[in-house]
């Protein structure tokens, strides 16, 4: 266990971090990225109900969903612009193995969605490698990456996202 959290530190330290943060409401945005975990109930739901809004307002959308668990997901059952990683693509400590399909092909989303209800590895690795002016997430923990998190009052993925939403909507940049 030791030595896994220090080979999840050091990969994380290699990362360069550093971005200029840009306010974006939702409906300026031009792309998004959208990074989930398959294993939470009721994921679905809510990345359909932030897809259904993105394409209601013509906004491009790409993400990276994320299966550690046991069950197998067919690639193909996922929304088109997804992209899925599952054990097999991650080493024995969370690091992708191979170079993953960056949304975007690694250029500057406008916001990034990370529906992870807790500290995963992997999540905060890939969260942390997309290029994206405003990230928002649902769960705060020590060097987050993120601009604004909803934090544990959103509950269920479903009441994130629409907090967000409704966040991203409601505040006008100065």
């Known amino acids: 266990m ?86 097999k693509s991650v080493n024995n400590y969370g690091l992708p193995l191979s170079e993953i399909k960056i949304p975007f092909g690694g250029e500057c989303s406008d916001l990034l969605f990370d529906f992870a209800s807790g500290y995963n590895f992997t999540h905060d690795y890939i969260v942390k490698i997309c290029s994206s002016s405003f990230k928002t997430g649902r769960s705060n923990y020590d060097n987050n990456p993120f601009d604004f998190v909803a934090g544990s009052g959103a509950g269920t993925p479903l009441n994130f996202v629409k907090h967000a939403i409704n966040y991203l909507t409601s505040i006008k940049p100065a």
């Open 2 to 87: 030791f030595f896994k959290k220090t080979f999840q530190k050091r990969a994380l330290a290699k990362l360069d971090t550093k971005r200029d943060v840009v306010f974006m409401p939702v409906y300026n945005a031009k792309k998004v990225t959208i990074i989930y975990g398959l294993e939470e109930d009721g994921i679905g739901e809510a990345v359909d109900f932030l897809t259904s809004f993105l394409e209601e307002k013509k906004i491009a959308y790409e993400g990276i969903a994320i299966n550690l668990g046991k069950n197998i997901t067919d690639p193909s059952s996922l929304k088109n612009g997804i992209t899925l990683v599952d054990k």
